[in-house]
Structure formats: C-alpha cells, structure tokens
C-alpha cells in the first residue's frame, strides 16, 4: 500500500514536471520566433550599412561569411553538449533502479502497518493538552 502510494506521488509529480516542461517550450518557442524576426531584421541593416561603406559584393561576402562562422561556432556547441545526456541517461537509471529496490524492500512489510502508525500519531496529536 505505501509502495502504492509512493508510486501514485511520483507519477503526479512527472505529470506536473510535463506540464511546466510544456508550458516553458511553449514560451521559448515564440521566443525563438521572434529572436528570428530580429535577427533578420538586424542582418539586412548590416548588409545595408556595409553596403554604403563597400561595394555590395564585399557587404555580402563579410555578412554571409560572419554567418558562417556563427553556425560553426554552434555546431562545435551542439556536439560538445551530447556528453550531458549520457550523464542524464546513467541518473534516470539510477534512479529506476533505486525506485525498483525501494519497492521490493516493501514486500515484506505488512499493509496494515502505515494505517497502524497512522493511527497512532493521530492519537499522539489529538490527546490533551494541560
């Protein structure tokens, strides 16, 4: 029984985890639109200023080549973060397993136990006061 519930408090805690997870993808997604919208924005004004100050051949040479180098600079980020989620994969197992033990250690225990010491506090909580 107190595996059972032990269990249902898990399952209500991932369920709200999913809901705050999908609320702040939510977010970040629209966020993501509209740092896109700027980021247009800014590259025509760049090619725009640099434009004025070169020809427009050398304008789209330096912004396209800047852009290059930032999507490398990304690139080399994505694929050093593929570590973290092995790290993350060993932690989920982890903690499965330390779940799974805890359940089979209450195999044992009688189910009537937790509504006994239930009862107990209770009494403890409620008696008099002088």
């Known amino acids: 029984m107190l595996g059972q519930l032990l269990k ?3 399952m209500v805690a991932a369920v709200e985890n999913a809901r705050r997870a999908a609320r702040r993808a939510m ?3 629209i ?3 509209f740092f896109l919208i700027a980021t247009g924005f800014l590259l025509a004004a760049s090619w725009q ?3 004025a100050a070169t020809s427009s051949l050398t304008a789209t040479l330096i912004v396209g080549g800047a852009n290059l180098a930032f999507a490398l600079v990304l690139v080399v980020i994505a694929n050093a973060g593929g570590r ?3 790290i993350g994969k060993r932690l989920a197992e982890t903690a499965e397993r330390d779940l799974s033990a805890f359940h ?3 195999k ?3 189910p009537l136990l937790p509504i006994v010491g ?3 506090i209770g009494y403890l909580l409620t008696g008099k006061r002088r």
């Open 8 to 10: 249902g408090a898990v």
């Open 27 to 29: 977010v970040l997604a």
């Open 31 to 33: 966020a993501l639109v």
């Open 49 to 51: 200023a640099l434009a």
């Open 84 to 86: 973290q989620s092995n």
């Open 104 to 106: 089979e250690s209450l």
């Open 108 to 110: 044992g225990v009688s």
């Open 118 to 120: 239930a009862v107990a």
